[in-house]
């Protein structure tokens, strides 16, 4: 199984993406969460993309392409992937497509998350979230079972430098701009499927369920 999940800031697609990955024991592939931890590990790479991250714009393709191309040639990518914040642009879609080409692969479905502009803004704002295995937690929606504690691995939880006010609308912003022309890319290509991501965590799963298995079949 071979999946974009294509959606603006906040709208789920890590925490869908982990369960997905978890049900169908295909890989995670988040640029997000490999560009945080080049950040954190301080690579060129990382220092590289830092100022970007931090004020909600995009990374420059070339960046981006070079580390998802090296992740889909990695051995525990051949079950299948499914890509979360990636591709972003349309020379990142193009660039996609090439790389599953030359390996004689294609998507199986690209999944536009919807979820309306105000639940967006709520989830990431109240988003805690772990510097050191990812783990994504919310306040009000989906609290640690001990405050500021990572249940999967017991690190501190952190709030995101990008998950301030101004960060998140310039993301929104940049979203608009740069990526929402996907959906039409993939649209015109006959592999999208948009889905409502407003409802509860597990109420979107067992909707992408049913998306997924509808595709599995066709
Ligand atoms: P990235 O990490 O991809 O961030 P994003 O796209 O802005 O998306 P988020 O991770 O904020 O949201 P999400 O949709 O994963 O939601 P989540 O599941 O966490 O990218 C960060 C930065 O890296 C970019 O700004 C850019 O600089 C760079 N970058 C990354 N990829 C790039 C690329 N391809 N090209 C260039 N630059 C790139 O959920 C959010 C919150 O809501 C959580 O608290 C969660 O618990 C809660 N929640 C989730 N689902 C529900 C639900 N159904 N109900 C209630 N709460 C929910
Ligand atoms: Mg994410």
């Not at 609290?143 to 990572?150: D, H, T, V, W």
Request: charged fraction near 25%.
């Amino acid at each position: 199984m071979r999946l974009v999940f294509l959606g603006a800031p906040g709208v789920g697609k890590g925490t869908q993406a982990d369960k997905v990955s978890a049900l169908y024991g295909v890989l995670k592939v988040s640029t997000g969460d490999l560009l945080r931890e080049a950040v954190r590990n301080k690579t060129a790479l990382g220092v590289e993309a830092k100022s970007f991250m931090d004020q909600g714009k995009l990374v420059p393709d070339s960046v981006v392409i070079g580390l998802v191309r090296d992740k889909l040639g990695d051995p525990s990518c051949e079950k299948g992937f499914v890509l979360d914040g990636f591709p972003r642009t349309v020379p990142q879609a193009e660039e996609l497509g090439k790389v599953l080409a030359s390996r004689h692969i294609g998507l199986d479905r690209v999944i536009n998350f919807q979820v309306s502009r105000e639940d967006v803004v709520k989830r990431l704002t109240g988003r805690r979230s772990c510097p050191k295995c990812q783990a994504t937690f919310h306040l009000d929606f989906a609290p640690p079972k001990a405050e500021g504690i990572c249940d999967r691995c017991g690190s501190g939880l952190v709030q995101r430098s990008d998950d301030q006010r101004e960060a998140i609308e310039t993301r929104l912003k940049v979203y608009d701009e740069q990526t929402a022309p996907l959906i039409s890319f993939y649209e015109q290509q006959g592999r999208l499927s948009n889905l409502d991501g407003g409802g509860s965590v597990d109420a979107v799963f067992q909707n992408l369920t049913k998306v997924l298995a509808a595709c599995k079949t066709a």
